[in-house]
């Protein structure tokens, strides 16, 4: 289990109507809650028909949720992870054997009856990942073999928790498990805490504090010394060696093993963990997991649990309050808006828009009917990119680029516009432009 929550041609008319009412409440809002943004530049919402704590996504809110699963995913790929699909349910016995059952049962939706048998809606993904990996032998020629999912989980949150998205009750968790040997552990964890800094870079964000969360006093921990001083030993000198600050923390433990947390801070101040990496020796031994290793021999691998952006939900609350709603342009649900001058140049932003989709950018018009340029510029204030089209534009295919900072730009060929937008965003770049642009 990777614990990751902590107890504390042309747009149509629609579109462009959320462009606008994205942008004009802006305007009025002064608060960075996440709740309150959300709804308002329609990026989530609830119903009481649906449930406390089951938010929905909206078309904007899905594009800034697909875009960060998509950099996660590739950023894993990179890393060397291999991805699977496992099951949001599992039989009762899975949970026991792992040890949740004895261990975390209260957090857990009750069992279902199916078939003679009790299945249960899981808590977390490690179960389903260790039975993977044992569904065949293993060499140590394989290890470290990392295994990745973005998969569902769910807990049974009390209602008077619930808030927003950054405590509800069905989780799509960044999740990922190393199989490895002793001696792979701690390059492994190292490793992890580099994709965390990378992803904290790219999402514009950062911790307040590193955190080993450690086991305290009371019965929710596996009663094991041993594997506890060994992994606790083994994170500790990750963290020394990394030279990070970090702060030590009793009662913050998993269950089965010690974690590096690394908290951020919400708009009210309020800490909570957004990335996690954990040391288990409990469930390989629970799973009985081996690895035939270079003398012939079964061995025990180690198994690592490592979330780099935690739960989904969480990490969008925290960059909708991070960025009031102004997303880095890779994220950013609309990334260029077009502005044609006049009716004049509308056949030439619908063709702009048209190569911006073929681009792989996320690109709106808005025409003159709805407004004058002036306050169509104001509106689209949350839009990273704004390109105007006048009639010296259409004419050279040229576009006069603004920011979303303010600078603007001399009109410049549309082509290498899109080509110089389309590599900061592939990039992954908070930074809006390369070079120099009048503020």
């Known amino acids: 289990m990777t614990d990751v929550l902590v107890r504390s041609p042309g747009a149509s008319a629609p579109g462009l109507r959320r462009v606008v009412t994205r942008l004009n409440v802006r305007e009025e809002t002064t608060m960075q809650d996440h709740r309150k943004l959300g709804r308002e530049l329609e990026l989530f919402d609830t119903d009481p028909l649906i449930g406390a704590g089951l938010p929905y996504w909206l078309p904007d809110g899905a594009t800034v949720r697909h875009a960060l699963e998509e950099y996660i995913r590739t950023a894993e790929r990179r890393a060397g992870y291999r991805h699977v699909y496992s099951p949001v349910l599992g039989k009762r016995e899975l949970y026991e054997i792992s040890g949740h059952w004895s261990h975390y049962s209260d957090d857990m939706f009750p069992p279902m009856d199916l078939g003679g048998e009790q299945v249960v809606l899981r808590p977390s993904l490690c179960p389903h990942h260790a039975v993977i990996y044992r569904s065949r032998s293993r060499s140590y020629r394989e290890l470290p073999l990392r295994m990745a999912e973005l998969g569902g989980m769910y807990r049974s949150e009390q209602s008077g928790v619930l808030g927003g998205l950054t405590r509800v009750r069905a989780i799509q968790l960044n999740d990922a498990h190393i199989f490895c040997t002793l001696d792979q552990v701690a390059d492994e964890a190292r490793s992890a805490l580099e994709m965390i800094r990378r992803a904290y870079e790219a999402l514009g964000i950062s911790p307040s504090r590193y955190r080993l969360s450690l086991p305290g006093p009371g019965g929710k921990y596996v009663a094991a010394p041993e594997m506890w001083q060994r992994s606790t030993a083994l994170l500790t000198e990750v963290l020394d060696r990394s030279g990070l600050p970090y702060e030590a923390a009793e009662g913050e433990a998993a269950f089965y093993g010690p974690k590096v947390d690394v908290q951020v801070v919400d708009g009210a101040g309020r800490e909570s963990t957004l990335s996690t990496i954990q040391i288990d020796f409990h469930q390989p031994e629970q799973f009985d997991l081996r690895y035939i290793g270079a003398d012939g021999a079964k061995h025990r691998p180690v198994m690592v649990h490592r979330s780099i952006i935690g739960s989904v939900e969480r990490a969008v609350a925290h960059l909708i309050e991070q960025h009031d709603g102004a997303f880095p342009a890779w994220l950013a649900p609309t990334q260029l808006i077009v502005l044609p001058v006049s009716d004049a140049e509308l056949p030439q932003a619908a063709e702009l828009v048209r190569r911006c989709l073929d ?70 770049r908070t930074d809006l432009w390369d070079g120099d642009a009048e503020a």
Request: net charge positive.
């Open 359 to 428: 681009q792989g950018l996320r690109a709106e018009l808005a025409g003159p009917e709805r407004g004058s340029l002036g306050a169509r510029i104001r509106l689209a204030r949350l839009v990273p990119y704004q390109a105007v089209i006048g009639a010296k534009e259409a004419v050279d295919d040229h576009v006069a680029l603004r920011l979303r900072d303010g600078r603007r730009l001399d009109a410049l060929p549309a082509a290498e516009v899109l080509d110089r937008i389309s590599a900061l965003v592939g990039a992954h």
